[in-house]
């Protein structure tokens, strides 16, 4: 589910990236939907985004613009 203020956030990001000259934009995810919202306004740059669920890397994978790769989680590393 998205709110509007997810969709603000990933407008703002977008128009960032597009004053900023910026060849990449990276995403850490567990969700996919930052990135998935980021691919709606379909940068002319690619989208790296990281996530330690196969099922989100395969729905990234066909979406417009991103990149999807495996990340460990991350979580797990500050835990003793």
């Known amino acids: 589910f998205n ?5 603000n956030l990933a407008a703002s990001s ?10 990449l934009v990276i ?3 567990r969700t996919g939907q930052l990135a998935k ?3 709606k306004y379909r940068p002319n740059v690619p989208i790296l985004t990281f996530s330690n669920d196969d ?3 395969r729905q ?21």
Request: net charge negative.
């Open 14 to 23: 977008m128009n960032a990236v597009l004053n900023m000259d910026l060849e």
């Open 55 to 57: 099922l989100i890397l």
């Open 27 to 29: 995403v850490v995810t």
């Open 3 to 7: 709110c509007p203020s997810d969709d």
């Open 60 to 80: 990234l994978a066909i979406t417009r613009a991103i990149i999807a790769r495996k990340i460990d989680d991350l979580a797990d590393k500050d835990r003793p």
């Open 37 to 39: 919202l980021l691919s």
